[in-house]
């Protein structure tokens, strides 16, 4: 089972940065295009090549329309669709100050509780994502530039919300026979000061 997580959660963070990669080459080919569009409508360019500018702004040399309402939808799924390998491999931030002069016991009940509360939390969330989007769908919604509809990006972020509530309850569970047992199933360096 955990190898099926693994699998998982390895694959929607891929997923995950190969969506970020693409809007960063957005990004920069926006804001490429609106520097160079400035250029284009500056009084050098219209003073020597007025024709050239005037052919690459007709062109369409500019901004990219919607970069923003793109940037902002690709980025909510990119965060959820990293979250379940973050959860998997306890990558997320700590603080262990207190907790490293704790006993093992306690330290695996502390995860345990942790890991149960996650994922309530990201059920939470998933939940009302899909309500959100069902409302979005409901409404006929849709961004201000491009038009597209908002719900596909809820139900985007909701595909990774999903997953990542998926993979929180098998390591709450996972967090539980640790405790229950005293046996570490999942070896993530933590246990080594206990």
Not at 87 to 102: E, K, P, R, W, Y
Not at 134 to 146: A, C, D, H, I, P
């Amino acid at each position: 089972m955990h190898r099926v997580m693994m699998g998982l959660a390895r694959f929607m963070a891929v997923l995950g940065g190969i969506v970020l990669t693409l809007l960063i080459l957005l990004t920069c080919v926006s804001i490429a295009g609106r520097l160079l569009n400035g250029f284009l409508h500056g009084d050098l360019m219209q003073g020597i090549a007025p024709g050239l500018a005037t052919w690459l702004i007709e062109l369409g040399v500019g901004p990219v329309n919607g970069d923003f309402e793109l940037v902002e939808s690709g980025v909510a799924f990119a965060i959820f669709a990293f979250i379940p390998l973050c959860q998997i491999t306890s990558g997320h931030a700590s603080v262990d100050i207190l907790t490293n002069a704790f006993p093992a016991g306690v330290n695996r009940f502390l995860r345990m509780v942790i890991d149960i509360v996650f994922a309530a939390v990201l059920i939470l969330i998933a939940w009302k994502l899909y309500d959100g989007m069902v409302s979005k769908m409901r409404y006929g919604e849709t961004t201000f530039l491009l038009q597209f509809p908002i719900w596909w990006a809820y139900a985007a972020s909701l595909v990774g919300a999903v997953v990542s509530a998926v993979v929180a309850v098998y390591m709450a569970l996972v967090r539980s026979y640790e405790f229950a047992t005293g046996r570490i199933v999942i070896w993530d360096g933590v246990e080594a000061g206990g």
